[in-house]
């Protein structure tokens, strides 16, 4: 059984999943969070863009990568909550995964330690649809908008 302390880990905390979901957006769920916790680690441990790679479209890789090499030897502290507010099956093929995104605890550091943390882009709370898609086999994260800022609670 899934639940938000086994898809947890000490850095990027789900704090709640939805209750009753059936085997597909159990399937979405988990797939959403490996690929958060992927990309995060990519963002703390300012490494490993590459593992995203399966884990998203290729349009959506190459934000990721774009993002990662303008931010070379920046690192995040800190822990992400996230609150899994969601998960809608819409097709075989496609779901979406709406979440809170608290990153209030986080703090940003470029590569001398000197702290470069904007509260306009990181140190608040997001509502995120996360859209999934199944291809090659698996779900994968291949857009990501968010709805509101500081309004969720995680």
């Not at 790679?53 to 909550?81: C, F, H, M, W």
Request: hydrophobic letters at 35%; charged letters at 25%; proline letters at 3%.
């Amino acid at each position: 059984m899934v639940t938000a302390e086994s898809l947890s880990t000490e850095r990027h905390v789900i704090t709640s999943i939805p209750e009753g979901l059936n085997e597909q957006q159990t399937e979405v769920l988990k797939a959403f969070v490996n690929y958060d916790e992927v990309t995060w680690n990519i963002w703390f441990t300012g490494t490993g863009v590459e593992n995203a790679e399966p884990l998203v479209t290729a349009d959506l890789y190459q934000v990721i990568k774009d993002n990662y090499e303008s931010s070379l030897g920046q690192t995040i502290e800190g822990t992400v909550r996230i609150s899994v507010k969601e998960v809608f099956a819409l097709s075989p093929i496609q779901a979406q995964v709406l979440t809170c995104s608290d990153q209030s605890d986080l703090a940003a550091y470029d590569s001398d330690g000197n702290d470069v943390s904007n509260p306009e882009t990181l140190q608040g709370r997001y509502e995120i649809l996360v859209t999934m898609i199944y291809e090659d086999g698996t779900w994968k994260d291949s857009e990501e908008s968010t709805l509101s800022d500081n309004e969720c609670v995680a």
